[in-house]
C-alpha cells in the first residue's frame, strides 16, 4: 500500500520595489470637503532560500527560490462634512485594481509553481460618523463594504476572503499637542460556495497530481484593533 505524508514548503524571500502617492483635498465650503488619493503599483522582485520539511522525515530538501509579488494601485475618492459643531459624516468611494495580480510564479532551484489568481478590481463603500463630544474627546464609528476581488476558480483557501461587510468604533483624546486614538473594527466575511476550483498546484511538493481543487464553502471574520499616539509640532 503507498503511504502518504505531508510536507510544509517555506519560502523566506526579502526584495525592494517603489512606487508613489498623491493626493489633494478641496474646500468646497467651510462646511465641505472633499479629496481625492491614488498609491501606484509595485512589482516586487523577491529571492530567498526554500525549504521543504516533513513531520515524520524531517528536511527533505533546500535550495533557492524568487518571486515577484504585485500590489495594485488604488484610488479614493472622499466628501466630509461638517454637519454642525459637533457632527462630522464622511462617505468615500476606494477602488483597488485587483486585477493586475493575474498570476503567482515562483521559481526555485528545486521546481516551479504557477498559480493563477485572476483577480477582480474592486469598490469599497465606506460611511462614518464623528460626534465631538467635548473639548477634548471625540467619538466615531462607521461602516463598510467590499466585493472580494478572487474569482471562485482560482480561490486558496489559505487566503480566505469573502464579500465583507465591516462595522468600526473609536474614540480620540486631544491634549494640547498630543493626540490619542483607539479603535475597533469587526468585519464579516460572507459565505463563500467554491465549484470547479482549479487553483492549488501541489506539483512543488512533489504530488503526482499537478492540480487539485479546494471545492466547499468557506467563510470566516476579521477583528481588528488600532490604537495611535501623535504629536503636532
Given at each position: 500500500?503507498?503511504?502518504?505524508?505531508?510536507?510544509?514548503?517555506?519560502?523566506?524571500?526579502?526584495?525592494?520595489?517603489?512606487?508613489?502617492?498623491?493626493?489633494l483635498?478641496?474646500?468646497?465650503?467651510?462646511?465641505?470637503?472633499?479629496?481625492?488619493?491614488?498609491?501606484?503599483?509595485t512589482?516586487?522582485?523577491?529571492?530567498?532560500?526554500?525549504?521543504?520539511?516533513?513531520?515524520?522525515?524531517?528536511?527533505?530538501?533546500?535550495?533557492?527560490?524568487?518571486?515577484?509579488?504585485?500590489?495594485?494601485?488604488?484610488?479614493?475618492?472622499?466628501?466630509?462634512?461638517?454637519?454642525?459643531?459637533?457632527?462630522?459624516?464622511?462617505?468615500?468611494?476606494?477602488?483597488?485594481?485587483?486585477?493586475d495580480?493575474?498570476?503567482?510564479?515562483?521559481?526555485?532551484?528545486?521546481?516551479?509553481?504557477?498559480?493563477?489568481?485572476?483577480?477582480?478590481?474592486?469598490?469599497?463603500?465606506?460611511?462614518?460618523?464623528?460626534?465631538?463630544?467635548?473639548?477634548?474627546?471625540?467619538?466615531?464609528?462607521?461602516i463598510?463594504?467590499?466585493?472580494?476581488?478572487?474569482?471562485?476558480?482560482?480561490?486558496?483557501?489559505?487566503?480566505?476572503?469573502?464579500?465583507?461587510?465591516?462595522?468600526?468604533?473609536?474614540?480620540g483624546?486631544?491634549?494640547?499637542?498630543?493626540?490619542?486614538d483607539?479603535?475597533?473594527?469587526?468585519?464579516?466575511?460572507?459565505?463563500?460556495?467554491?465549484?470547479?476550483?482549479?487553483?492549488?498546484?501541489?506539483?512543488?511538493?512533489?504530488?503526482?497530481?499537478?492540480?487539485?481543487?479546494?471545492?466547499?464553502?468557506?467563510?470566516?471574520?476579521?477583528?481588528l484593533?488600532?490604537?495611535?499616539?501623535?504629536?503636532?509640532?
Open positions: 500500500p503507498s503511504v502518504y505524508t505531508w510536507a510544509d514548503q517555506k519560502l523566506e524571500a526579502n526584495g525592494n520595489s517603489y512606487g508613489f502617492n498623491f493626493g483635498t478641496y474646500d468646497l465650503s467651510d462646511q465641505v470637503q472633499m479629496g481625492f488619493a491614488y498609491r501606484s503599483k512589482n516586487t522582485d523577491l529571492t530567498g532560500d526554500i525549504s521543504l520539511t516533513s513531520g515524520t522525515y524531517g528536511t527533505l530538501a533546500t535550495g533557492t527560490g524568487s518571486t515577484e509579488l504585485h500590489l495594485p494601485a488604488t484610488a479614493a475618492l472622499g466628501v466630509s462634512i461638517k454637519a454642525d459643531a459637533r457632527w462630522t459624516l464622511n462617505a468615500d468611494l476606494d477602488w483597488t485594481k485587483w486585477s495580480y493575474d498570476e503567482l510564479v515562483i521559481n526555485t532551484s528545486l521546481g516551479n509553481s504557477v498559480s493563477p489568481k485572476n483577480y477582480d478590481d474592486t469598490i469599497t463603500y465606506r460611511i462614518g460618523a464623528q460626534y465631538q463630544l467635548n473639548d477634548v474627546w471625540a467619538l466615531r464609528g462607521g463598510l463594504m467590499e466585493k472580494t476581488p478572487i474569482p471562485e476558480t482560482t480561490y486558496d483557501p489559505r487566503v480566505s476572503d469573502g464579500d465583507r461587510v465591516g462595522v468600526s468604533v473609536g474614540a483624546y486631544t491634549r494640547d499637542l498630543w493626540t490619542f483607539v479603535a475597533y473594527m469587526f468585519v464579516n466575511l460572507d459565505k463563500y460556495t467554491v465549484d470547479q476550483n482549479v487553483s492549488f498546484n501541489p506539483a512543488l511538493v512533489g504530488l503526482t497530481n499537478p492540480v487539485q481543487t479546494v471545492d466547499g464553502t468557506y467563510e470566516g471574520s476579521i477583528n484593533i488600532g490604537v495611535s499616539v501623535g504629536y503636532r509640532f
